[in-house]
């Protein structure tokens, strides 16, 4: 069993920062791929940022260049700077984590990020 749990969610004006924390615990040894993912009100649930073990990274294209995830492996930690808020970046986040072999995916509980004036 793998427990996720997120920090650093807030209110936030707009062209405001952020950093999303979100730190794995359990019967781990790794985990392939860390992630975060949002979901606003009255929408589905989409991809934010992924990255690998590697490091390889992943985002959805209307976060590009004002997001940054990171993670630390030695820890099982992830983390999600956000830059340059913008309203529409309003949503409950939540930590992923995915390993394929053995297979496992887990959530976090989610944090509200708010964006607004």
């Known amino acids: 069993q793998v427990q996720l749990v997120e920090s650093g969610g807030g209110l936030v004006q707009p062209g405001g920062s952020l950093r999303l924390s979100c730190a794995a615990s359990?019967?781990?040894?790794?985990?392939?791929?860390m992630g975060w993912f949002r979901q606003a009100p009255g929408k589905q649930r989409e991809l934010v940022a992924t990255i690998t073990l590697g490091g390889s990274t992943n985002y959805a294209d209307s976060v590009k260049g004002r997001f940054t995830i990171s993670r630390d492996n030695a820890k099982n930690t992830v983390a999600l700077q956000m830059n340059s808020l913008k309203p529409e970046d309003t949503a409950v986040y939540y930590c992923?984590?995915?390993?394929?072999?053995?297979?496992?995916?887990?959530w976090g509980q989610g944090t509200l990020v708010t964006v607004s004036e």
């Open positions: 992923n984590a995915d390993n394929p072999d053995p297979q496992f995916e887990y």
């Open positions: 359990g019967s781990i040894f790794s985990i392939y791929a």
